[in-house]
C-alpha cells in the first residue's frame, strides 16, 4: 500500500508540472487526433484485460497502475486549471464578455455538479474505506470540474487581450476584425507565425461597445507601429 501511496503522489507531482506547462491546448484536439487516442486507449485496456484473465496482471498490480492513471489525469487537470488561472488574473480585468445563463452561469453548475460527484467519489462523504483507486479517481473528478471553471465557451475580451478557451492572445497578435454577419463578430489573430480567426456572436446592443474596444486596440497598434518606424528612421 505504502509503495502506491508514494508512487501515485510522484505521478500526481509530475503531471502538475506537465499540466501547468501546457504541452495541450483544447484547439489542438482535433477529431482525428481524438479518434486514434480512444482506439489506442481501448486496445491497450483490451491488451490488459486479457492479461488480467490469463494471470499476467494481477489485480494489485491492476489497482496500482488504475490508481497512477487517475493520479495523473489529477495532476494534469489540476496544473492546467492552476495556469488558466493565472493567466487570466495576469490579462487584467474583463472588458466585455457576452454574458448569458448558456454561456456563464450553466457551465458553472455543471463544473460544480462534476466536483461534488468528486468528492462523493472519494468516499469522504460515506462509511466506504478509502483506496487508492477511490481517492485518486475521485480526485481526478474535482480536478477536471476545476478545469472546466476556468472555460469559458464565449472568448473574453480583458485588459491586455482575449482569451479563447484556454488560449490567451495578446493585443500585439490581434489583427483585424469585421461582421461575418448580422450579430456575428470575426477576429483575427496570429498564433505561432499562423493567422487564424474565430467567429462568436456579439447581442445586438453591445455591438457599438465591442467595436469601440477593438477599433481602439487597432488604433493604438498602428500609433506603434508608426512610431517603430520613426525611431528606425531616425
Known sequence: MLWIIVSTFIVATL??????????????????????TLLGVIFLFLILQWMHRFGYFPEAIAGA????????????????????FQQKREFGEI?????????????????????????QRTA??????????????????????AYSFTIRLVPEIRKKGLILLDRKISWENFFTYSWYSEGVIEIEYKLNDTI?????????????????ILSEKIAEKLE???FSEYEELK
Open 95 to 119: 472588458l466585455y464578455v457576452n454574458r448569458s445563463f448558456w454561456t456563464d452561469i450553466f457551465p458553472n453548475l455543471v463544473a460544480l455538479g462534476i466536483i461534488l460527484f468528486g468528492i
Open 65 to 84: 497502475v488504475m490508481a497512477n492513471v487517475y493520479a495523473s489525469l489529477f495532476g494534469f487537470f489540476l496544473g492546467a486549471a492552476i495556469q488558466q
Open 15 to 36: 503531471s502538475i508540472y506537465l499540466g501547468y506547462k501546457r504541452l495541450l491546448y483544447l484547439d489542438q484536439i482535433t477529431p482525428r487526433r481524438f479518434s486514434f
Open 196 to 212: 487564424r480567426s474565430f467567429k462568436t456572436m456579439i447581442p445586438d446592443e453591445d455591438e457599438l461597445f465591442v467595436e469601440k
Open 124 to 145: 469522504l462523504l460515506s462509511d466506504l474505506p478509502f483506496t487508492p483507486i477511490r481517492v485518486t479517481s475521485g480526485l481526478s473528478i474535482i480536478a477536471v470540474g
Open 224 to 226: 506603434k507601429d508608426e
